[in-house]
């Protein structure tokens, strides 16, 4: 990790009607960092990771990706950027090899590209005898790492994970946080949303919201030193009761 901000927000915002989802969240997240974004669902994690990966444009403030301005350069961000969302990752009618070739195309790998990259992506993931099954068929684990994998194809910059890890048991969503961990050792930027508190320990550092605000940003360590918990449960707890009596 490098003392290089490759996310910026200033203020950033987004309302829909009168309804605040984002209310002027300011932060920065540095190269090669594990960023935890937390909070309870209807927090507007989802809504802020939407703005900063150039799928939804903000009411105001400012932010950049990688470089690129999130209002001006939304298409840029969507090539510099890997993205992979609990809801739609991968296609399940389809097969292994054939989700790899696709999102291959669409990120713009050539053909030779997407065939050592097929290659690679099955024998690190112990599925070359799986390549012609359905995606649909695979158990969650595998479907989880498999998106994880190809949101990194094109070796982007950034990768965003919207919640990856939902739904699937405590012993693969630690193995899912290794394939997380060996990304940003190779320097890869890991902003990930997620509701698990626990999972908030494996980040270098974690922002959490509540009610569209950030309510507190440091590392998970200096989180519950300042608020006296002994887990970040507790750090969340605590917080949420603050602020709804604020």
């Given at each position: 990790?490098?003392?290089?901000?490759?996310?910026?927000?200033?203020?950033?915002?987004?309302?829909?009607?009168?309804?605040?989802?984002?209310?002027?969240?300011?932060?920065?997240?540095?190269?090669?960092?594990?960023?935890?974004?937390?909070?309870?669902?209807?927090?507007?994690?989802?809504?802020?990771?939407?703005?900063?990966?150039?799928?939804?444009?903000?009411?105001?403030?400012?932010?950049?990706?990688?470089?690129?301005?999130?209002?001006?350069?939304?298409?840029?961000?969507?090539?510099?950027?890997?993205?992979?969302?609990?809801?739609?990752?991968?296609?399940?009618?389809?097969?292994?090899?054939?989700?790899?070739?696709?999102?291959?195309?669409?990120?713009?790998?050539?053909?030779?590209?997407?065939?050592?990259?097929?290659?690679?992506?099955?024998?690190?993931?112990?599925?070359?005898?799986?390549?012609?099954?359905?995606?649909?068929?695979?158990?969650?684990?595998?479907?989880?790492?498999?998106?994880?994998?190809?949101?990194?194809i094109h070796e982007p910059?950034?990768?965003?994970?919207?919640?990856?890890?939902?739904?699937?048991?405590?012993?693969?969503?630690?193995?899912?946080?290794?394939?997380?961990?060996?990304?940003?050792?190779?320097?890869?930027?890991?902003?990930?949303?997620?509701?698990?508190?626990?999972?908030?320990?494996?980040?270098?550092?974690?922002?959490?919201?509540?009610?569209?605000?950030?309510?507190?940003?440091?590392?998970?360590?200096q989180l519950k030193l300042?608020?006296?918990?002994?887990?970040?449960?507790?750090?969340?707890?605590?917080?949420?009761?603050?602020?709804?009596?604020?």
């Amino acid at each position: 990790m490098t003392h290089e901000p490759v996310i910026i927000a200033r203020q950033l915002t987004k309302r829909f009607g009168p309804f605040t989802a984002v209310d002027a969240i300011s932060f920065e997240v540095e190269k090669g960092e594990i960023f935890g974004f937390l909070g309870a669902n209807g927090a507007g994690k989802t809504t802020a990771m939407r703005m900063l990966t150039g799928l939804l444009t903000p009411t105001s403030g400012q932010a950049s990706v990688a470089g690129f301005d999130v209002f001006r350069s939304a298409e840029q961000i969507k090539r510099h950027i890997g993205y992979m969302s609990q809801r739609f990752s991968l296609y399940e009618d389809l097969t292994v090899k054939e989700n790899i070739r696709l999102f291959g195309t669409i990120y713009g790998l050539t053909q030779r590209q997407i065939g050592d990259k097929t290659f690679q992506l099955l024998r690190k993931l112990g599925l070359s005898d799986e390549a012609k099954q359905q995606v649909g068929a695979l158990p969650l684990g595998w479907k989880q790492k498999l998106a994880f994998s190809i949101a990194l194809i094109h070796e982007p910059k950034i990768v965003f994970l919207d919640e990856p890890t939902g739904g699937v048991d405590p012993v693969t969503r630690r193995q899912f946080w290794e394939l997380i961990y060996q990304a940003a050792h190779e320097g890869v930027t890991v902003f990930v949303t997620t509701h698990y508190m626990d999972e908030s320990e494996y980040c270098h550092r974690v922002s959490i919201m509540v009610d569209g605000r950030i309510a507190a940003l440091d590392t998970p360590r200096q989180l519950k030193l300042t608020y006296e918990a002994d887990s970040m449960d507790e750090v969340f707890v605590k917080l949420a009761r603050t602020t709804s009596l604020s």
